[in-house]
C-alpha cells in the first residue's frame, strides 16, 4: 500500500527555521496537506494544497513541494510550535488518503 | 461557530462493535463531506473512509473493508461511524475531519472533532 515517509524529529531554537520533509512517489500528482498535532488536542490544518496557508495560521508556516517531495517550514519557530506535523496525501488515483508517519518538533 | 462534537468514550470487548457519532454545527452539514480518522497510541493517523453527506455514498480503506460503516443522518446533522468485530489493535483515538470546501482546498482536512477514545479489552 502506499505510504508516505518524514523525518522522524527535527530540534530548533526559538527565531530559528524548521524544515520538514515527506516524500511520496504519487506527490507529484496529488496535492499535500500539512496538520499540527499537540498531545490531547485534535489536529489543525496548517497548510493546504502544497503550500496555501488557511485563515488563522500565522505567516511563518508555508509550503512547498519538489516533485515527490514536499516540505513544511516554520520560519522564527516560538515555543507554541512545538507539535507533531504529520502530512497526508492521496494515492494517485486520489480515492484513498494517506499520512505520513509524523515529524516531532522539538523547540530548544 | 463551525464545530464537530463526538460523542464520549467507549470500552468494548474483542469482538464487539463500536458506534461513534460526529454531529456538525455551524455550516451546511450536507454541503461538505466528511472523513473518519483514527490514531493509536504512537501510530501514524489512518484514514478509514469518507461519505458524501449529501447523498450518502462512501467510500472506505480497503484495510477496514467490510468492518467499518459510515452512515449520516442529514435531519439531526450527524454523521456515525461503525466499526465491528473489534480487536485489540482497535484501540485508538477516533476523529471525524470535514472535508473543506473543494474549490478552494480540495481535500483538505479542514475542522476535526475532538476525538473519541475507543478501548478493546477483555
Known amino acids: 500500500s502506499y505510504e508516505l515517509t518524514q523525518s522522524p524529529s527535527v530540534s530548533v531554537s526559538p527565531g530559528q527555521t524548521a524544515r520538514i520533509t515527506c516524500s511520496g512517489d504519487?506527490?507529484?500528482?496529488?496535492?499535500a496537506y500539512w496538520y499540527q498535532k499537540k498531545p490531547g488536542q485534535a489536529p489543525v490544518l496548517v497548510i493546504y494544497?502544497?503550500?496555501e496557508r488557511p485563515s488563522g495560521i500565522p505567516e511563518r508556516f508555508s509550503g512547498s513541494n519538489s516533485g515527490t517531495t514536499v516540505t513544511l517550514t516554520i520560519s522564527g519557530v516560538e515555543a507554541e510550535d512545538e507539535a507533531d506535523y504529520y502530512c497526508?496525501?492521496?494515492?494517485?488515483?486520489?480515492?484513498?488518503?494517506?499520512f505520513g508517519g509524523g515529524t516531532k518538533v522539538t523547540v530548544l | 461557530q463551525v464545530q464537530l462534537v463526538q460523542s464520549g468514550a467507549e470500552v468494548k470487548e474483542p469482538g464487539a462493535s463500536v458506534k461513534v457519532s460526529c454531529k456538525a454545527s455551524?455550516?451546511?452539514?450536507?454541503?461538505?463531506?466528511m472523513h473518519w480518522v483514527r490514531q493509536a497510541p504512537g501510530q501514524r493517523p489512518e484514514w478509514m473512509g469518507w461519505?458524501?453527506?449529501?447523498?450518502?455514498?462512501?467510500k472506505y480503506s480497503q484495510k477496514f473493508q467490510g468492518r467499518v460503516t459510515i452512515t449520516r443522518d442529514t435531519s439531526a446533522s450527524t454523521v456515525y461511524m461503525e466499526l465491528s468485530s473489534l480487536r485489540s489493535e482497535d484501540t485508538a483515538v477516533y476523529y471525524c475531519?470535514?472535508?473543506?470546501?473543494?474549490?478552494?482546498?480540495?481535500?483538505?482536512?479542514?475542522?476535526w472533532g475532538q476525538g473519541t477514545m475507543v478501548t478493546v479489552s477483555s
Open positions: 475531519a470535514r472535508n473543506g470546501p473543494i474549490v478552494i482546498m480540495f481535500d483538505a482536512f479542514d475542522i
Open positions: 455551524g455550516y451546511t452539514f450536507n454541503s461538505y463531506a
Open positions: 461519505i458524501n453527506t449529501g447523498n450518502g455514498d462512501t
Open positions: 504519487a506527490l507529484p500528482k496529488q496535492y
Open positions: 494544497k502544497d503550500s
Open positions: 497526508q496525501s492521496a494515492d494517485t488515483t486520489g480515492t484513498f488518503k494517506v
